[in-house]
């Protein structure tokens, strides 16, 4: 397995599989427009592919680094790869990368049912720091925001 960051809009096949993993994970997908206008048009946006050993993405993490602060837009595992370790590694990944461009926290929000997802972030660190009542809809659901200080 590696984790790769991609960098071209014009990548179908891996923006492809993005979209894919999206729909498969979430009730609000992004849809893919709004990922390749994150691609062309902003400085801050990164995109990170974990791809098994035929080359298949099978996981992304969709993050923003601001200044000394990384938010953690979205991350997804193909269903079938799921609670395997594999968020941990991207997650580890890009952590790393984003430090060595010069964050020194990360920020980002989850469904408050989204027990799996609690898991994996306390377990790197990340702690609840407030709620957004009502942010998510389909359904209708408090978000909890978490961030890790310092790494």
């Not at 691609?39 to 050993?53: E, I, K, P, Q, W």
């Not at 997804?76 to 580890?92: D, I, M």
């Amino acid at each position: 397995m590696r984790v790769d960051r991609l960098t071209d809009p014009h990548a179908d096949a891996d923006i492809d599989a993005v979209v894919a993993l999206e729909q498969e994970s979430f009730t609000n997908p992004w849809p893919r427009d709004t990922l390749v206008w994150e691609l062309v048009n902003s400085d801050v946006t990164r995109v990170y592919l974990l791809r098994d050993a035929e080359d298949r993405a099978i996981a992304f993490c969709i993050a923003w680094i601001i200044f000394d602060e990384l938010h953690i837009n979205t991350l997804a595992v193909s269903p079938r790869h799921r609670r395997q370790g594999l968020a941990t590694v991207l997650l580890r990944e890009v952590m790393a990368e984003a430090a060595r461009e010069g964050a020194r926290r990360a920020t980002l929000e989850v469904r408050a049912s989204n027990t799996a997802a609690l898991e994996l972030y306390g377990q790197l660190g990340f702690r609840v720091t407030a709620r957004r009542t009502n942010y998510y809809t389909n359904p209708s659901e408090d978000a909890l925001i978490l961030w890790r200080e310092e790494w």
